[in-house]
């Protein structure tokens, strides 16, 4: 009994995973799931059933005791940054109203609050800010003014949410209370995703082990992301990477708190490394073998021998992983499409490394009449093709010149600062993470990439105090 009541949240959730799979065995699913844009139904009765899903841990926090004495004002603000937690995994890109809500809470937290504590903003922010500011001036000098202003809008969040911020404080408690609230959101998260496997792999009549090869592939003509993730409208597996890499190091800073058992812990890497892997993620992949390795030198940073042993034998295992593989290795990071498109960039920024083709400059049309290729013979099945070199420090240097590069570089040296600043082990590895992911893809060129990283990064170091070492 004692057992059941420690770890009664993941055992729920697995019992009701469960029961979901022996009803789609028993009632075979005729309706497609999907909600997202690519699909051919939607379906909002599954949308909203997911939020409601995804709102249970919102529910349980509102009704523990340590929120019940808190003042109804700071009651509102800590509903409005549970909310947003909830709301960046159920549709990373958060809806206009859902932020309307957050800025009106904090707003009137800080009316309401005598103290009106305004926060002294941290190296990051003003980093954030210029970032920002010089995006917003290579505006002038752009050959496509439209798809400068849609570029625009997608980096909104990094001003946004740390302008908040300012107006926020979250005591420890609170501040555990809400790691907690956002690592089951991502664990409920995991469990819609593999619903959503079991449910259309029954519809479609293909056994689950269908799904197990790696590799890109399509069931039926449709991407496995695209399946998988039907339940949230959100398909990208790298941008889901995300809150789900997010929820995994949360799960190592709850465990060493002792807000976790190891059972609930172990449950929680196991849900999200079947998500990361059947989606097809490769950098989902690596980045779980990092934070994986930096939460478990985390959890045994008080054994000073055996933290250097196990550093030992995880330096030792890496090395010959990649002496032996190095083949496979090669080919799990190899995509003649992205090394294309690093290799256009790097011969463009060779005519023109200074100043950049401004905000949303990076079009095939632009390109090639700077570069001399032409892009139609390279994907002659589309209309028209986005150009971004899928490398965020390279994608800025095109748009915005040596000083986008540099201010982007600031950015990411000072978040770094802060984690270090505020010995924050969750902020720290979710940089590396992000810093990992910047090298494939550029999440600041994706409005869900940047409100994922921009909240959570705020979240994250939102405490002024140091974090426990």
């Known amino acids: 009994m004692q057992f059941i009541q420690e770890n009664k949240f993941s055992l729920c959730g ?15 699913p005729v309706t497609p799931v999907f909600v997202n844009e690519w699909a051919p139904v939607y379906l909002p009765a599954v949308y909203v059933l997911s939020l409601l899903c995804l709102a249970v841990p919102a529910v349980l926090y509102v009704c523990s005791n340590d929120f019940r004495e808190l003042k109804w004002y ?6 409005s940054v549970a909310l947003m ?34 926060n002294r903003p941290p190296l990051f922010y003003y980093a954030f800010w210029l970032y920002f500011i010089w995006q917003a001036v290579t505006i002038l000098w752009t050959n496509n003014t439209s798809e400068a202003k849609i570029y625009f809008n997608r980096l909104v969040p990094l001003f946004s949410y740390s302008l908040a911020f300012l107006f926020i404080w979250i005591e420890k408690q609170q501040y555990k209370a809400l790691v ?109 073998g990092v934070s994986a390795a930096f939460g478990v030198l985390y959890l045994l940073r008080r054994e000073r021998k055996l933290l250097w ?39 463009y920024l060779r005519i023109d490394p200074w100043k950049g083709c401004g905000l949303g400059g990076m079009t095939y049309d632009y390109v090639s009449s700077v570069v001399g290729y032409e892009f139609k013979s390279w994907w002659p099945q589309f209309d028209y093709v986005s150009f971004y070199p899928h490398n965020q420090f390279l994608g800025d240097w095109m748009q915005s010149g040596i000083a986008g590069l540099v201010l982007l570089c600031a950015m990411v040296v000072s978040l770094f600062y ?52």
């Open 14 to 28: 697995l019992a009701c995973l469960g029961l979901w799979y022996v009803a789609c065995l028993l009632f075979t």
């Open 74 to 79: 700071r009651q509102i603000l800590l509903v």
């Open 85 to 118: 937690l909830t709301a960046l995994v159920h549709r990373p890109r958060v809806y206009l109203d859902v932020q309307i809500v957050f800025w009106l809470c904090a707003f009137v937290a800080l009316v309401a609050d005598k103290q009106r504590r305004v």
């Open 180 to 288: 907690l609230l956002f690592w089951r959101v991502v664990c409920i998260g995991c469990l819609l995703t593999l619903a959503s496997l079991f449910y259309e792999a029954e519809r479609m009549g293909v056994s689950l082990a269908t799904f197990l090869p790696f590799g890109k592939y399509a069931i039926n003509g449709i991407p496995v992301y695209d399946i998988i993730f039907a339940w949230s409208g959100a398909p990208h597996p790298t941008y889901n990477a995300l809150w789900i890499i997010a929820g995994l190091i949360c799960s190592f800073y709850l465990l060493d708190l002792k807000r976790l058992t190891l059972f609930e812990a172990a449950v929680s890497w196991v849900l999200i490394f079947a998500v990361i892997y059947i989606s097809q993620s490769r950098v989902g992949l690596v980045t779980y």
């Open 309 to 347: 042993s196990v550093t030992g034998a995880l330096v030792v295992v890496a090395g010959i992983m990649v002496g032996t593989h190095i083949e496979t290795l090669r080919s799990f990071a190899a995509d003649p499409v992205r090394d294309g498109l690093v290799r256009v960039a790097t011969d």
């Open 418 to 469: 802060e984690s270090i600043r505020q010995r924050n082990f969750i902020a720290f590895v979710y940089f590396l993470v992000v810093l990992v992911i910047m090298q494939i893809e550029m999440p600041f060129h994706i409005l869900s990439g940047t409100t994922i990283i921009a909240f959570l990064s705020c979240f994250f170091l939102c405490r002024q105090t140091p974090s426990e070492r």
